[in-house]
């Protein structure tokens, strides 16, 4: 699947598991990242790194219910 096709992006976030982290950077930073649909529409969230290791696995599930919250409210 291409980023330009999808409604949401996930992406790396920082210690406190929203903030974008900095190796993104790279990615955010890019003048193609501006034009993908799901940025336009503030649909990227920031997940904890690592969360899909198996001791993250509820932090991610905690985050991802609040993703889920908000996409459902926008």
């Known amino acids: 699947m ?3 096709d999808t ?3 996930l992406i790396n976030a920082d ?3 929203v903030t974008p982290s900095f190796d993104t950077e790279v990615l955010t930073g890019s003048p193609v990242w501006a034009s993908l649909p799901a940025v336009q ?3 990227v969230f920031a997940i904890p790194y690592g969360a899909a ?3 993250a696995g509820i932090v991610l599930a905690e985050r991802l219910d609040q993703i889920l919250s908000e996409l459902s409210a926008g």
């Open 15 to 17: 210690a406190d598991g």
């Open 41 to 43: 529409a503030g649909k």
């Open 53 to 55: 290791s198996l001791g």
């Open 2 to 4: 291409l980023l330009a």
């Open 7 to 9: 409604d949401v992006i």
